[in-house]
Nanobody, 123 residues
Framework: QLQASGGGSVQPGGSLRLSCEVSGLSLEYYHIGWFRQAPGKEREWVSCISNRDGSTNYADSVKGRFIISRTRDNAKTTVDLQMNSLKPEDTAVYYC????????????????WGQGTQLTVSS
């Protein structure tokens, strides 16, 4: 089960943090990713983190601006996406999802999706 939260409205250049609470996953799905879908566009992979060793990966469009991290507390994992220097083109519904690895997530091969959370970047 994955539950995303933290969306909202922000001005260009601003920051926002999204959170994804993860629980009850099989150990096979050891990567958690963030994805986004803008109006009229396909859902795209944004970033992911290994729940096993914390290694991270980013799409070129967000590299250097977004930071993904995870904390673990007993049976619950929280994966945060800190988004800085936001641009209007970052506006989208953001989703978290779990997958087998980076390449799977980059292809949107996701085991389970959390509900989306809207980010709007506008002046």
């Amino acid at each position: 089960q994955l539950q995303a939260s933290g969306g909202g409205s922000v001005q260009p250049g601003g920051s926002l943090r999204l959170s994804c609470e993860v629980s009850g996953l099989s150990l096979e799905y050891y990567h958690i990713g963030w994805f986004r879908q803008a109006p009229g566009k396909e859902r795209e992979w944004v970033s992911c983190i290994s729940n096993r060793d914390g290694s991270t990966n980013y799409a070129d469009s967000v590299k250097g601006r977004f930071i993904i991290s995870r904390t673990r507390d007993n049976a619950k994992t929280t994966v945060d996406l800190q988004m800085n220097s936001l641009k209007p083109e970052d506006t989208a519904v953001y989703y978290c999802g779990n997958g087998l690895g980076v390449r799977s997530l980059q292809k949107n091969l996701v085991g389970s999706w959390g509900q989306g959370t809207q980010l709007t970047v506008s002046s």
